[in-house]
């Protein structure tokens, strides 16, 4: 049997796949790892996004990563900001050395009879040169789009406007603006961090939206934090506000489950006090409940601040078409603009958009059950991360690496050389894995993974509940397999307690 260059390849270098390095490299000491990055800096979309006032839509003590605190007391970081700290992780755990830049996953194929993942990759730098390394285990942390092209609809009469027309995942270096009457297309997180950011500059910005999100405002900086500083240790604080968002963030979410008309009224009487009585109302009032869709967060409201200074304004209409000068909207009514820009969403895509292949026979994800939310039914060696859309993105990926590190040591202990979960019981549902009616989830449906109908084949986007199951959970549950050439292997009693004290 052909040797492994390396016992994992890590897919991607952003906060994903950097966090999972520095599990992988701390917890299990000599491993070694490969981490494949298409472009030629680490941070993934916190290296692409370079649109006024880039920053996070969750907190950063939830953001950040379990085992680095983030030093910061600002509760939404900039894009930049969030890159250095992914940079700081790698050198401080000596990950960057272990990065391969400028390679883009074109197949990822698994041999049974080799035991073995081929990685094939092109050197977009070297003339499109391929390039293939060996693994025995896959780690797909490629975040959830892609990275070429966001999605933007199709605008009847585009060609013919005489000012740009910008996506914000392709903003232009130094882009200047100023003096310039700019429209917004878009409600969501990136159409409210856009706006107030250029009404620094511009004459005027218009969001124009089809229908209102719900828009929460938090605060600028964490102030309890700053005061615990004073007198604690960061790493002890930062717990401490890692525990506490975590706690707050699950409440608000079950409270908006199990009486969302209430918290409807507690969310638009806030909105309604931001906006002030010169605001009209109706642009915030979505037709939907409570974290049916992922909530915006503005800190300390200043996309509220921007329109009641009249620096800002929202229109809820429909597209007829883009003119010379503007755009027509369906009522009739005409929006004057030198600058379009579509922050209409993003385009989904899992695994970094190269074909996956398990003895030649070509993955379907559509077809395939979620194991936990991190492993695929009927796929060996092979673990994927995918981030709560309920709270921030991180806080799974931890636990998402915890897990795939008592997996490889189980592997190790049993001399096992392959693992898989296999659904023999037929839980398939026609549910994606996936709980929200987000427009982008929506138009990706055929691309996700499905759900099942009980655990483990369930998502069940629950910090609180994933915690005990993925760090302490029995990884002996009938459905999650280990083999050793062929044949079925299991741990027994006293390696079942070890396992668990060295988690």
């Not at 041999?111 to 390039?131: F, P, R």
């Not at 964490?222 to 615990?228: F, G, R």
């Not at 309604?272 to 939907?288: A, C, I, T």
């Not at 994800?365 to 921030?392: C, D, Q, R, W």
């Amino acid at each position: 049997m052909p040797r492994a260059q390396f016992d994992v390849i890590i897919l991607g270098a952003g906060l994903s796949g950097i966090g999972a390095a520095c599990h992988l490299k701390s917890k299990i000491p000599g491993i070694r790892l490969a981490i494949l990055e298409r472009r030629e800096r680490m941070g993934g979309t916190w290296d692409l996004f370079k649109y006024p006032g880039i920053r996070s839509d969750s907190d950063m003590f939830t953001l950040g990563y379990d085992f680095r605190p983030w030093t910061d007391t600002k509760l939404l970081a900039d894009g930049p900001a969030i890159r250095q700290y992914i940079e700081d992780a790698a050198e401080e755990y000596g990950i960057r050395r272990d990065i391969r830049f400028g390679h883009k996953i074109t197949r990822v194929s698994w041999s049974g009879s080799d035991k073995l993942w081929t990685v094939t990759a092109v050197k977009e730098n070297s003339q499109d040169e391929e390039a293939s390394f060996t693994a025995s285990f896959v780690y797909g942390c490629t975040g959830y789009y892609k990275y070429d092209k966001g999605y933007t609809p199709e605008f009847p009469g585009v060609e013919q406007f005489k000012g740009d027309v910008i996506h914000p995942q392709h903003w232009p270096e130094n882009y200047d603006y100023s003096g310039k009457r700019v429209v917004v297309i878009g409600s969501g997180a990136t159409a409210v961090t856009l706006v107030p950011s250029m009404t620094d500059k511009a004459a005027h910005v218009t969001m124009l939206q089809r229908s209102p999100s719900y828009v929460v405002s938090v605060p600028e900086r964490d102030l309890i934090t700053e005061k615990l500083r004073k007198v604690l240790p960061d790493s002890l604080t930062y717990r401490m506000a890692r525990v506490r968002n975590v706690v707050l963030q699950r409440a608000v979410f079950d409270v908006c489950r199990r009486a969302p008309k209430t918290m409807r009224r507690v969310l638009l009487a806030s909105v309604r006090k931001q906006l002030g009585p010169n605001v009209d109302f109706s642009h915030f009032e979505p037709r939907y409940n409570p974290w049916d869709e992922r909530m915006c967060a503005v800190p300390k409201g200043d996309l509220f601040k921007a329109l009641r200074d009249g620096k800002a304004s929202v229109v809820t209409d429909g597209i007829e078409s883009i003119t010379q000068t503007g755009i027509r909207l369906k009522s009739g009514r005409e929006l004057e603009a030198d600058i379009i820009v579509t922050a209409t969403g993003l385009d989904m895509q899992l695994l970094g958009g190269a074909e996956y292949y398990v003895d030649e026979r070509k993955l379907d994800l559509h077809e395939t059950l979620m194991y936990k939310g991190i492993l695929l039914e009927g796929v060996p060696n092979f673990a994927l991360v995918f981030g709560y859309t309920n709270a921030s993105w991180t806080l799974k990926a931890n636990i998402a690496n915890a897990f795939v590190v008592r997996v490889i040591r189980q592997m190790r202990q049993l001399g096992a050389d392959t693992v898989v979960p296999e659904d023999e019981e037929g839980c398939a549902s026609e549910e994606n894995f996936l709980n929200l009616r987000s427009g982008y989830i929506q138009r990706a449906n055929d691309r996700l993974p499905r759900q099942g109908t009980k655990q483990p084949w369930q998502n069940l986007q629950n910090y609180l509940l994933d915690v005990p199951a993925l760090r302490f959970g029995s990884l002996d549950d009938g459905v999650l397999r280990f083999y050793r050439d062929g044949r079925r292997v299991s741990q027994s009693p006293v390696q079942r307690v070890t396992s668990l004290l060295a988690a």
